[in-house]
């Protein structure tokens, strides 16, 4: 996180234990690196994302880990690190 956010990292973390305090569900690696991974313009971007994840954690998986809509494919398993997935 703190590559991602750089001088912001306090105000994301302190953020993401607050959602992860009031949903427990959000609190799995793999969830919360595909809110990372979606999350791309600073701390607005990564609250919308994690909003995202509070309605439905599948849909932040489906947009973080499989390209094509139409014809899903996984390309990404966030199960695994970043590092792991070459990211």
Not at 29 to 45: A, K, M, P, Q, Y
């Given at each position: 996180?703190?590559?991602?956010?750089?001088?912001?990292?306090?105000?994301?973390?302190?953020?993401?234990?607050?959602y992860?305090n009031?949903n427990?569900y959000?609190?799995?690696?793999r969830?919360?690196?595909?809110?990372?991974f979606?999350?791309?313009?600073?701390?607005?971007?990564?609250e919308?994302?994690?909003?995202?994840?509070?309605?439905?954690?599948r849909d932040?998986?489906?947009?973080?880990?499989?390209?094509?809509?139409?014809?899903?494919?996984r390309?990404?398993?966030?199960?695994r690190?970043?590092t792991?997935?070459?990211?």
């Amino acid at each position: 996180m703190k590559i991602r956010f750089g001088s912001d990292y306090y105000s994301a973390e302190k953020i993401l234990n607050e959602y992860l305090n009031k949903n427990e569900y959000l609190d799995s690696d793999r969830i919360i690196r595909c809110v990372l991974f979606l999350t791309t313009n600073g701390i607005e971007n990564f609250e919308k994302n994690l909003t995202l994840a509070k309605t439905d954690p599948r849909d932040a998986m489906l947009w973080a880990e499989y390209e094509n809509e139409k014809q899903p494919k996984r390309v990404r398993d966030f199960n695994r690190t970043f590092t792991e997935n070459g990211i």
